[in-house]
């Protein structure tokens, strides 16, 4: 578990985070959203006490960051952007070497190294030099030593760089099953991403917390409106375009199209306080069946967008 109260941190007049507060439950799998400079990667290096906050505190596993700096680090792995590696070591010295600044006994040592390269894919390059082995390989080191040792937490910064599409879906599924038995905390900007594998997340805008929930839980707290998208049975879109211009409760969001069999598809956006049945009476009185009426969803790009857009942090 993982808990920030009022974190700040300063680099000299510079405050690149602003007085933070979350919370990651244990056993979940959060991503931290953010546009550059939003203060995602200042608040991962605080959690793995590579930075003590300015102010605030923050608790991982029930040890504080700055009480208990090591007791942090030994329950934590951490996969930085770029991976700090030995370029001159071999993947499987490397590996070894990891396993015992960790402490692992010599009895677990081979197993826990053994099992990290079988779970990043890792057998085809573990003889060959750290230096000479492609990005994407070199990232799954990085994430083979991040998880040697069994951590109850991982932090992961833009885990998937560098990767390929086959192994982006490898690494993903293997942070799905880590996610399950561990706390996960990763930073991405790839959004799919984030909807594929996080189950909350926590979206960072100029050094503040804009929002915290799942997916569904930001877009019922910022839905400013309802969206539906209505089928009605028609002879054509323009038919319907024109008796929409007596529609007074909402705006058009998507004009009339026809999808064939008489059937007319087009988007509303409804006034507060206006609820669906306004529709079927606007209908009705227009002479119109509706053959099937949906509420749009709003995805996580939509909500990232309206939540980092500038000025709102300080809104």
């Not at 602003?18 to 995602?40: C, D, I, M, S």
């Not at 692992?104 to 000479?132: K, M, N, T």
């Not at 087009?266 to 227009?286: K, Y």
Request: glycine share 8%; with cysteine; charged share 25%.
């Amino acid at each position: 578990m993982i808990e920030a109260r009022d974190l700040v941190k300063r680099y000299g007049s510079f405050e690149a985070v602003r007085g933070v507060t979350f919370t990651v439950p244990e056993g979940q799998v959060v991503g931290l959203l953010g546009p550059n400079g939003a203060g995602k990667t200042t608040i991962m290096r605080i959690l793995t006490c590579y930075h003590f906050p300015s102010s605030g505190t923050a608790r991982v596993n029930a040890h504080d960051v700055r009480e208990e700096p090591l007791e942090v680090k030994k329950s934590v792995g951490y996969l930085p952007e770029n991976a700090p590696l030995y370029a001159d070591l071999k993947v499987l010295e490397y590996l070894r070497f990891i396993a015992r600044i960790r402490g692992l006994p010599p009895a677990a040592l081979r197993e826990r190294v053994e099992w990290s390269i079988a779970q990043c894919g890792l057998a085809p390059v573990v003889y060959r030099d750290i230096g000479r082995l492609s990005k994407g390989y070199r990232q799954r080191v990085g994430l083979a030593q991040a998880i040697l040792h069994d951590p109850r937490t991982l932090i992961m910064d833009e885990p998937t760089t560098g990767l390929d599409p086959g192994q982006i879906i490898e690494i993903r599924e293997l942070i799905r099953e880590l996610g399950r038995e561990k706390t996960v905390v990763l930073s991405t900007h790839i959004l799919q991403e984030v909807e594929s594998i996080c189950d909350e997340v926590i979206i960072l805008n100029n050094g503040l917390v804009a929002a915290q929930g799942t997916a569904g839980e930001l877009e019922r707290s910022l839905a400013s409106a309802v969206v539906l998208a209505v089928v009605v049975q028609a002879r054509s879109a323009g038919e319907v375009d024109r008796e929409l211009e007596s529609f007074e409760q909402g705006r058009v969001t998507r004009r009339p199209s026809d999808l064939g069999s008489g059937r007319v598809l087009f988007e509303l956006a409804l006034d507060t306080g206006v609820s669906e049945s306004a529709v079927f009476d606007w209908a009705v009185s227009r002479g119109l069946k509706i053959a099937g009426m949906t509420p749009k969803s709003s995805n996580l790009e939509e909500i990232f967008l309206k939540l980092t857009r500038p000025g709102q942090a300080d809104a």
